[in-house]
C-alpha cells in the first residue's frame, strides 16, 4: 500500500464516546500532521509532529489527545466531543517538517459526525 | 493577521480554459502551493511557486507574483474530471502553511 491512509473513512459518535482515528504513512516522511476541515472553511492545523515529537498544538482543546508512537502511525483519540466538532479530519505527511518546497501529502479523511 | 483570498466558486465549459486566483497577506513569504481536491477525497499537490513567474506542468499552469501577493492557477483543455476544489496556500516566516477557503470549480458540458 502506498501513500497515506486514514481509517476509518467514516464515523458517527456520541458526545460521550471514545474514539480513535489512524493514519498511516508509507512514504518515509518524518513529519505528521492533523487538519480539520469544515465546509467552506480553510483548513485548519492542529497537531504537526516531527520524528515523533510534538511541535505544534495549535490551541486545540483536550478532548483532541494526539499520538504518535513513530514516524509512519498518528493517532488522533476523541473523547467527549462536542456537535461542532463534526469536520472532515484530515491527516498529512512530509518529507521533514520545514523548508520552503517540503511538500504535504494527504490521506482521504475521516468524515466525523458528532451527535 | 494572515489571510488567504479566492474565489468561493467558479463556472467554466468543457474545453475551455480557466483562471483561478489567489491573493495573500502573511507574515513572511516561503512559497505558494496549489491543490485540487474532489469531493470526499484527499486533496492532491498540483504545484509549488517560490520565485516570480509562471511554471506550466501539462494542462494546469501556476503564476506567482510576490510583490502583489497574488498567484493564480490556469486549467487549459477543461475536462469534466477537473470538476472539483482548488486550495491556494502560502507558507509564511514559520513555514506554516496557511490555507485559502478554496474554490469550487464546476465544468458544465
Known amino acids: 500500500e502506498t501513500g497515506v491512509t486514514q481509517t476509518p473513512r467514516h464515523l458517527v459518535m ?3 464516546n471514545k474514539k480513535s482515528l489512524k493514519c498511516e504513512q508509507h512514504l518515509g516522511h518524518n513529519a505528521m500532521y492533523w487538519y480539520k476541515q469544515s465546509a467552506k472553511k480553510p483548513l485548519e492545523l492542529m497537531f504537526v509532529y516531527n520524528f515523533k515529537e510534538q511541535t505544534e498544538n495549535n490551541s486545540v482543546p483536550s478532548r483532541f489527545s494526539p499520538e504518535c508512537p513513530n514516524s509512519s502511525h498518528l493517532f488522533l483519540h476523541l473523547h467527549t466531543l462536542q456537535p461542532e466538532d463534526s469536520a472532515l479530519y484530515l491527516c498529512a505527511s512530509s518529507q521533514e517538517g520545514s523548508g520552503s518546497s517540503d511538500t504535504q501529502y494527504f490521506g482521504p479523511g475521516t468524515r466525523l459526525t458528532v451527535l | 493577521g494572515q489571510n488567504i483570498d479566492q474565489p468561493t466558486e467558479m463556472t467554466a465549459t468543457e474545453g475551455a480554459i480557466v483562471q483561478i486566483n489567489c491573493t495573500y497577506q502573511t507574515s513572511g513569504f516561503n512559497g505558494l502551493f496549489w491543490y485540487q481536491q474532489h469531493a470526499g ?9 517560490v520565485l516570480d513567474g509562471l511554471e506550466e506542468k501539462g494542462r494546469f499552469s501556476s ?22 476544489s482548488y486550495l491556494c496556500a502560502v ?7 496557511i490555507w485559502g477557503a478554496g474554490t469550487k470549480l464546476i465544468i458544465k458540458p
Do not use: C, H, I, V
Open chain 2, 91 to 97: 507558507k509564511d516566516s514559520n513555514y506554516q502553511l
Open chain 2, 63 to 84: 503564476f506567482l507574483s510576490r510583490s502583489k501577493g497574488y498567484s493564480y492557477l490556469l486549467l487549459k483543455e477543461l475536462q469534466m474530471k477537473d470538476s472539483a
Open chain 1, 14 to 16: 456520541g458526545m460521550t
Open chain 2, 41 to 49: 477525497e484527499a486533496p492532491t499537490f498540483l504545484s509549488y511557486n
